[in-house]
Nanobody
């Protein structure tokens, strides 16, 4: 069983930065595609960013965070990251790390393993 664990959330002022981390046990991290999702109060969970398990599979982010968020991974450390900068109050949400054995994943249904989430709050 694979269990992702997120860390790095917190309270930050608008315009600030945070880096979320995701570690996973139970299976080789490098064999899994990683995605980050978020869920704001009263809203559905949405895709934020993904990074393929393939060496040249690339990364992809949703339009609302493009240019501000960067997803990356360090397979040697079994850890993935979501670097967030120029944060806005509308980025406030619980952020979830998710993993899948698929080559790519843009929607919730493509991901099998989910973390418990970490809260990110951006104050204005």
């Amino acid at each position: 069983q694979v269990q992702p664990v997120e860390s790095g959330g917190g309270l930050v002022q608008a315009g600030g930065s945070l880096t979320l981390s995701c570690t996973a046990s139970g299976r080789t991290f490098s064999s899994l595609t990683m995605g980050w999702f978020r869920q704001a109060p009263g809203k559905e969970r949405e895709f934020v960013a993904g990074i393929s398990r393939l060496a040249n599979g690339g990364t992809y982010v949703t339009d609302s965070v493009r240019g501000r968020f960067t997803i990356s991974r360090d397979n040697a450390k079994n850890t993935g990251y979501l670097q967030m900068s120029s944060l806005k109050p509308e980025d406030t949400a619980v952020y979830y790390c998710s993993l899948t054995s698929a080559d790519y994943g843009l929607s919730e249904r493509e991901y099998k393993y989910w973390g418990q989430g970490t809260q990110v709050t951006v104050s204005s």
